[in-house]
């Protein structure tokens, strides 16, 4: 798939990321897979049997079903699969095409790009099925590296690059405490999924990204009671708060003291 263009992908209106039910169940259907299918298995454990190869499947797995494909799968109710699914086809035959299943030696870059994907599908996105040809050609390439395990020395930068881009946005919440931050904004900012953005962030920073905001905004109306000469009521609505008996509990609750005290 290497050499192909990304106009030769034809995409199909089945692709989601799903939390299965616990009694999920991919029964083997009568006819074989139609076409192309990428699953990937963000969370939770249980088997795939592709063509009659059996395979323990859980975090970080990853299927490219071909057309004529013989499927049947099942989970673990106790830890039922969290997977994304997306399916397409291909103008031509391709000369090269990934192995049909790997456990993802580097998974960070790849499951960005899967939920860019899925993002682009869910709201009529301007240029979403130019993007998301694209895109898929660039999960296609990322296979065929790590099957021709070239991955390491990628993996490393990648891990430098998402130290990185956490760090950016801890200094970018920093700089201004008083905007409306939320996870999905934040995300959105750092190109990740919510769910492994708000992970990430707190193995790096050491808070939650819910904490690390109040934290910022708190030690900046420290330095505003400090240095400024602005009142407790000022400092609340520079900083966003409406409530300024919810700024005060919030502030004692992480500095042990009133602000009217600091003042």
Same mark, same amino acid.
């Given at each position: @798939?290497?050499?192909?263009? #990304?106009?030769?992908f034809?995409?199909?209106?089945?692709?989601?990321t799903?939390?299965?039910?616990?009694?999920?169940?991919?029964?083997?259907?009568?006819?074989?897979? #139609?076409?192309?299918?990428?699953?990937?298995?963000?969370?939770?454990?249980?088997?795939?049997?592709?063509?009659?190869?059996?395979y323990?499947?859980?975090?970080?797995?990853?299927f490219?079903?071909? %057309?004529?494909?013989?499927?049947?799968?099942?989970?673990?109710?106790?830890?039922?699969f969290?997977l994304?699914?997306?399916?397409?086809?291909l103008? &031509?035959? %391709?000369?090269e095409?990934?192995?049909?299943?790997?456990? *993802?030696?580097? &998974?960070i870059?790849?499951? &960005?790009?899967l939920?860019?994907?899925?993002?682009?599908?869910?709201?009529?996105?301007?240029?979403?099925?130019?993007?998301?040809k694209?895109?898929?050609?660039?999960?296609m390439?990322h296979?065929?590296?790590?099957?021709?395990?070239? @991955?390491?020395?990628?993996?490393?930068s990648?891990?430098?690059? *998402?130290?990185?881009?956490?760090?950016?946005?801890?200094?970018?919440?920093?700089?201004?405490p008083?905007?409306?931050?939320?996870?999905?904004?934040?995300?959105?900012?750092?190109?990740?999924?919510?769910?492994?953005?708000?992970?990430?962030?707190?193995?790096?920073?050491?808070?939650?990204?819910?904490?690390?905001?109040?934290?910022?905004?708190?030690?900046?109306?420290?330095?505003l009671?400090?240095?400024?000469? @602005?009142?407790?009521?000022?400092t609340?609505?520079?900083?966003g708060? &409406?409530d300024?008996h919810?700024?005060?509990?919030?502030?004692?609750?992480?500095?042990g003291k009133?602000p009217?005290?600091?003042?």
């Amino acid at each position: @798939m290497l050499e192909m263009n #990304p106009e030769d992908f034809v995409l199909k209106p089945a692709l989601a990321t799903v939390h299965c039910e616990p009694d999920w169940r991919w029964k083997r259907r009568n006819h074989p897979m #139609p076409n192309y299918d990428l699953f990937y298995v963000w969370n939770g454990e249980g088997t795939v049997v592709l063509n009659k190869r059996t395979y323990d499947v859980g975090k970080g797995h990853c299927f490219l079903f071909r %057309p004529g494909d013989e499927i049947e799968a099942h989970h673990n109710p106790q830890n039922p699969f969290v997977l994304t699914y997306i399916h397409f086809d291909l103008e &031509s035959v %391709p000369r090269e095409t990934p192995r049909p299943h790997r456990l *993802l030696a580097e &998974s960070i870059s790849f499951e &960005s790009l899967l939920s860019r994907y899925i993002r682009l599908f869910l709201f009529d996105t301007y240029g979403a099925e130019t993007e998301g040809k694209l895109i898929l050609k660039q999960l296609m390439i990322h296979l065929l590296r790590e099957d021709h395990g070239s @991955m390491s020395k990628e993996a490393d930068s990648t891990s430098r690059r *998402l130290e990185e881009t956490i760090h950016e946005i801890a200094n970018y919440i920093q700089r201004h405490p008083a905007e409306r931050h939320t996870v999905v904004s934040l995300a959105d900012r750092a190109l990740l999924s919510e769910r492994y953005f708000s992970k990430i962030f707190k193995q790096m920073i050491g808070h939650t990204v819910k904490s690390y905001v109040i934290h910022c905004r708190i030690k900046r109306a420290e330095h505003l009671l400090h240095f400024t000469g @602005m009142n407790v009521t000022e400092t609340a609505h520079a900083l966003g708060y &409406s409530d300024l008996h919810y700024f005060s509990r919030q502030f004692k609750q992480y500095t042990g003291k009133n602000p009217s005290e600091i003042r």
